[in-house]
């Protein structure tokens, strides 16, 4: 069932679409929260509310499309107009629905329905708001084709678990981060099962979302992923062993397990040698940037030390004038000495250099300090990057080793099958020589 819905004003003009006779039939279904029993005269009461506020978008219209095969009940609409509800937010607000029928382009009567909400809390005269509303619509729109099992249009179907081959890097370790979720797996078979009406449409949709359809050794019909586990079909798909075979055909023309399993062992390998590859050329780029942000830094302090040398270098030329000029010159100078002023002005001198150079010290202290902090901060982001380069090595070493083991151990299953397929024969020619030829013809 498509779900479309936005927020607007107009509460005469929507009424007045709502109740065309363009239509073969327009029943009002249901009022709730209206003094008005009549659809013009509810969304008039909504708009009266929304004028004690200044939200101007006071409505939220939704339609409510089911597949045109589809034939739904009455409370089909109102399960999934109770469901949009709940999701939007809009709980308990007052709400009108419409139902109208129509033929279509086939000639055949359709059904579809109308929900309006008023989004005004009349208790906060505030508006609701209504976040992501296209998403919540599709979300609750994707559970309404899985649940009534109609053919899911291919623009709402969830892709889940994509397909490793076409992963980046990055998306590797999102995907070895977040691990299986039981909900995506399942709902990843449901859009593949919803979306194909043939094995080939399944087969392919199965690995857009990374799985792999196989002959199971006793379940039938199985998928697998690229960590090797297995999933029955049937049960994952939501459907039943039945179905399944009408649509897939039966299960002795799929690939044998073991079959899929050293296929996505090999691909696997390959693609982990492009993620060491690719590991390590930005391994080796984040070197080069890190050495190029060493150097800036370096840059950084030393012209912070020469603008501090030179600042000070000028402060000093500045005081030692200010200090030299205290002293007068002349007559004037002889009695400041006769009477002791130049000395005290002498000792005021030396304690006021000696005051400028402790604190020129003390500045070229604090700047030392702050830039030992930046240089031990950039170098423990050099070792940070230096540690997640080799956690990522290491990772991407045990997945491609888990992918050579998984090869190596099909391999030896074939060995021993050979082998057992050879000593059976060996028996079978040495009981042939023994007894000698069959007389039976």
Not at 106 to 129: C, F, P, T, Y
């Amino acid at each position: 069932m498509i779900l479309v819905g936005n927020q607007r004003g107009g509460a005469r003009n929507l009424a007045q679409h709502l109740l065309k006779e363009e239509n073969e039939r327009v029943q009002l279904h249901e009022l709730r929260g209206f003094v008005a029993d009549d659809l013009d005269g509810a969304l008039g009461e909504a708009y009266a509310t929304s004028r004690g506020t200044r939200c101007k978008q006071f409505l939220f219209s939704l339609s409510l499309n089911p597949p045109p095969e589809a034939d739904v009940s009455d409370a089909a609409f109102e399960r999934a107009i109770n469901l949009a509800e709940e999701r939007l937010g809009l709980s308990g607000q007052p709400r009108a629905v419409v139902f109208h029928e129509k033929y279509g382009d086939d000639g055949n009567l359709r059904r579809h329905a109308h929900a309006v909400w008023s989004r005004i809390d009349a208790e906060e005269m505030k508006a609701v708001q209504l976040s992501h509303s296209h998403r919540k619509l599709q979300d609750v729109s994707r559970e309404l084709y899985l649940e009534h099992g109609w053919k899911m249009p291919q623009g709402l179907a969830v892709t889940g678990a994509r397909d490793p081959r076409n992963f980046t890097l990055d998306e590797w370790q999102q995907a070895r981060r977040a691990g299986n979720d039981p909900r995506e797996i399942k709902a990843a078979f449901q859009d593949a099962w919803a979306i194909s009406d043939s094995k080939a449409a399944f087969i392919h949709a199965l690995e857009e979302r990374g799985y792999r359809l196989a002959r199971g050794d006793r379940r039938g019909f199985v998928a697998m992923d690229h960590e090797g586990e297995i999933y029955a079909v049937p049960k994952w798909a939501g459907v039943k062993t039945r179905d399944v075979r009408e649509r897939l055909g039966e299960e002795s023309a799929l690939p044998a397990l073991e079959e899929i399993r050293l296929a996505i062992a090999r691909d696997m390998q390959r693609k982990m040698e492009e993620f060491q590859a690719e590991a390590g050329a930005r391994e080796e780029n984040q070197e080069q940037e890190a050495q190029h942000r060493q150097d800036i830094l370096e840059a950084r302090h030393q012209g912070q030390e020469t603008a501090l040398t030179e600042a000070q270098r000028l402060r000093t030329e500045d005081e030692e004038q200010e200090r030299q000029g205290r002293f007068r010159k002349g007559l004037l100078g002889l009695w400041d000495r006769l009477r002791g002023a130049y000395k005290r002005t002498e000792e005021q001198n030396d304690l006021e250099a000696d005051l400028a150079r402790r604190r020129d010290e003390d500045e070229r202290e604090r700047l030392a300090a702050l830039q030992r902090e930046k240089e031990a901060e950039a170098a423990r982001e050099r070792e940070l990057e230096k540690q997640r380069a080799e956690d990522l090595r290491r990772e991407l070493e045990a997945d491609a080793q888990r992918y050579r083991d998984m090869e190596a151990e099909r391999r030896e299953q074939r060995r021993e099958e050979f082998m057992e397929q050879r000593r059976n024969d060996d028996q079978a020619r040495r009981a042939l020589q023994r007894d000698g030829p069959s007389l039976d013809r």
